[in-house]
């Protein structure tokens, strides 16, 4: 069935039937970019026989990878298996993983995420004695970084550093490169570029991925790096088959090595490139894309671009002045709580902010209010611990020379083997030229060392040995390790609510564990009828190498998860991300919190031009995502970084037309009332016991969660008792309480959460009294409801 152009505009049109050559599509948020180059593919295979894997389609994140895949797979049906939909990093993985061997790699190697980097950077700065004091390691991480994603290899990188921090950076570079390959492995800025070596440098490989992909998309093309063009450059070297699509207005990644140049460059890259311009669009009520419009027309370095809706206006922008960031997370649980019960679905609200330390205070005010929220980013569950230790054994099973693993764990969970031994092994391996495994295995036989510490190196390694003789049986692998290695019973032991916590992410592990087995078969089925396509890269095998090595799979699998990923598809709940994750996604309402100066945009830009510019397309992409609905909020004051501080509104709500605009709150009786002026930021304006004391009160005013839900009196009273703690310096909204004073309500049968008895059900109901049965004593207590630590959740 051919695909159905008719249900596109013009140049939307044009853009999907120009197959051939060069194409660019340079627009605006919403006005469907990514929908065309999604039809673009299904009518290649559609309508024009290509066949999918001659297909490559790159995009930002593994999540609009799948939300593509699944697009096809509406249009086209199961054609799109054995289709290369993918991001930049998943794409080199699976070059390396074909052909590793080729950079003097093993198949197996591990690829290292930013927590094995800094031990790493660690090791290495205590072995050439660099003072990380005064070489901050994230600065000469950065520095690194970008050098690779530059592709300035570390013998160029030397000669280019003039300064001290530079000259530092270069001896670690070359060391970390040695690092890196004796525990055959990569970083992910390795990841571009070694796939770009091997393309560079192994003609017959990049001729065979040339004849391959005969066509070429790539998504968010404003946010590629040096690294990502070198290589989609190559690729598209032969045939010139290649569309990017992109908006120069949402280059966010500049900090990351992104070039906004790729993009306004590429019509000089590709001189007879077609241009297709998008204006119409079809995201955004007419309010929503007024204020982003207006916003973004601040820049000076931009190309101009117009963008119009036929939609109606809808609401105006919401700006809501909070007297704190409590009072804000408040709010905001509230107003979602209304949107819901007009009928909007949780899944459709999305809660964004500048920075992941703001994640905590709202998390906890929807906790509160009991809306259901997942969060995407911060709180990484594979970021914890526990998990990293039991990463760090599978990765040690599948690949034994990395050293960072094995030094992980080889004393996780507590066995004896202390600091000096484990020095004793590495200048034992060091100097034997050994990997860190090798030289545990030998030091067993050194009669130097206690006999309990040389058993519990031994079995250590003995488990490691064991274990990879299961690496096909993933769950089974697993589980073994987990069980032998006593992480369970050791955090049992301990018998602490922390521990259990623990134990039930270990636990949440298996489950991510069987989610990928299910995952896997479908991916083992999109490759098992191999295509004319995959026999590529010379002699090399074809790249579906991995099939049978289960565990190899699983951890490539959970390294190249990104945040995005964490999202699961079921279970109603509003988003919580980033800004920056929100690139490419659209919700009904979106809140942004934290609008103020300082924070958004944010401290670290404010001082330089280009630094408030991307901030300011940062802006343009929060405003951009809200199909109907949009919010900004933002505090008085806020503890944030351990400090509080008052700044003034954020310059980009006053770059929205006040008409636009409908402020409530603090503000609302002037927008630059002279409760904010600049204040500046004061230090510890709480004092030193506030924090205890400040998270007691909070479980008090935990009274006003449901605030939202017309609960102002308490919002007010619990504002009250929160001015004794912060101090009473004026910062206590007097007017929220009198204004909105509307009285809660309880009935019998509602639920309940109060601080110290947890949930309860309300069962009789006496004037200002309740009489609550709490679940977890199955006791009735009479609380008066206006004082009571409660907050109603259904
Ligand atoms: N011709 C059209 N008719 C109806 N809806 C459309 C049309 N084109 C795009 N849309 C819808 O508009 C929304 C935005 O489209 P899309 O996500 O492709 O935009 P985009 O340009 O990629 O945005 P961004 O710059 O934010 O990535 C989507 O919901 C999409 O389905
Ligand atoms: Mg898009």
Redesign the pocket.
Known sequence: MPVDIA???GP?AEAVQCTEGPLLVL?G???????VLTYRIAHLVEDLDVAPWEILAITFTNKAAAEMRERLQGIIGPRCRGMWVSTFHSMCVRMLRADAERLGFSKSFTIYDADDQKRLYKEIMAELDIDPKRFPVNALMGRISQAKNELIVPGDFEKQAIDPVGKVAARIYTRLQERLRAANAFDFDDLLVYAYLLLKNHPDVLEAYQERFRYIMVDEYQDTNHAQYAITGLLAQKYKNIMVVG?DD?SIYSWRGADIRNILEFEQDYPNCHTVKLEQN??SVGNVLAAANAVIANNQHRKAKKLFTSAEDGEKIHVYMATDERDEGRWIAGEIEKRRSAGMSYNQIAVFYRTNAQSRMLEDMLLRAGVPYRIVGGTKFFDRAEIRDVMAYLTLVVNPSDDIAAKRVINVPRRGIGKTTIERIEQFAREMGMTFMQGAELVVLDPELRASTRRAVGEFVELIKEAQEYSGELRRVVEMIVDRAGLISALTNENTDEARGRIENIQEFMGVVDEFSQTHEEDDAEFAAPTEGDAVAGDAEPVRVLRGDSLADFIEWVRLRTDLDTMGEDGKAVTLMTVHSSK?L?FDCVFTAGMEETLFPHMNSVNDAAGIEEERRLAYVAI?RARKVLYLTCAQQRQIFGQTSANPVSRFIHEIPAELRQTSGLGSAGFSGTGWEKRGSRRGIAGSGTEAGGGRVFGRSSASGSAGRGDRDRAGRSGHTGSSVHGSGGYVNPKAGKKEAAGVTFSVGDAVDHKTFGRGKVVKVDGDTLHIRFAKTGQTKKLLKDYAPIVKIG
Do not use: H, P, V
């Open positions: 249900t596109l505009n939307q627009a948020a919403g006005s469907g970019k990514t929908r908006d949402q079809y995201r490419g659209e951009t």
